[in-house]
């Protein structure tokens, strides 16, 4: 049996405390607080439905406008702390409002200039994710490696087109290798990347179970894993992934 795979990796580059600046910053224009909300929103969608721990939408959002703020050393706006106050069940609506409200206060800033906003909000989401995890050890955004991936690996091993080992360092998942072409292969998934958690959806008949099965790796047999990874051809599993660079990094 085969299954599809999710593989989260999302990238960008890291970035430190920004200094604030002297002075009220020029305002921007409509089209780019409109933009800067679109962007974010994909983003949340996107980590709300397919990061391993179910986080609501609203509170991605949260974090993300209060994390521009605190970058820049600025104080919420009364009347965006006012609104936080009350978040309670927002609509995409409120939401995407909120966002553009929080990128027009902070006016044009070199530091949220091209896509440096969105990063800001970005490193905030997974800052209060995964607080025990350096920068370089964090989830990264790439929007377009997460995706489900079709296709039956005949003979794959684990499932997903997957080869693992058990790593002595950190006793997680060591990948050893993936099937070229394999569901993990096209997730993006390399030799050496390391897999700390598994989630599963649905058992191996492809029936939603009553609550998501969420595991870490630490410890794991490879066998254990291989076992997860089975299921009916076009069911998903998804897993947490920390790219072999940044593991190396750390060491």
């Not at 920004?18 to 962007?39: H, M, N, Q, S």
């Not at 499932?159 to 290798?177: N, Q």
């Not at 066998?223 to 076009?234: D, N, T, V």
């Amino acid at each position: 049996m085969c299954r599809t795979l999710v593989a989260l990796f999302f990238v960008f580059t890291p970035i430190g405390t920004i200094a604030a600046l002297d002075g009220r910053p020029e305002p921007v224009d409509t089209k780019t607080a409109d933009k800067f909300a679109a962007d974010m929103l994909v983003f949340t969608k996107l980590v709300s439905e397919k990061y391993i721990k179910p986080v609501p939408e609203s509170q991605l959002t949260r974090w993300a406008v209060e994390g521009l703020f605190v970058s820049l050393n600025q104080p919420l706006p009364k009347e965006i702390a006012g609104r936080l106050e009350t978040w309670d069940k927002p609509t995409r609506e409120d939401m995407s409002k909120l966002l553009r409200d929080a990128r027009a206060h902070l006016g044009r800033r070199k530091e949220l200039e091209n896509d440096g906003a969105i990063e800001v909000g970005i490193f905030a989401v997974f800052a209060k994710l995964e607080p025990v995890l350096a920068p370089g050890e964090r989830s990264r955004y790439i929007s377009e490696a997460v995706k489900f991936n079709g296709g039956e690996q005949v003979g794959s091993p684990g499932g997903v087109g997957l080869s693992l080992k058990k790593d002595a360092a950190t006793g997680y998942l060591r990948v050893v290798t993936p099937v070229l072409d394999g569901p993990a292969y096209k997730s993006g998934i390399r030799a050496g990347d390391l897999v700390t958690l598994i989630r599963i959806d649905t058992d191996t008949d492809g029936k939603a179970l009553a609550e998501p099965l969420i595991v870490s790796t630490k410890g794991m047999p490879v066998e254990r894993a291989y076992e997860l990874f089975l299921g009916r051809y076009g069911t998903g599993v998804r897993l947490h992934v920390i790219p072999a660079q940044a593991s190396k990094e750390k060491k």
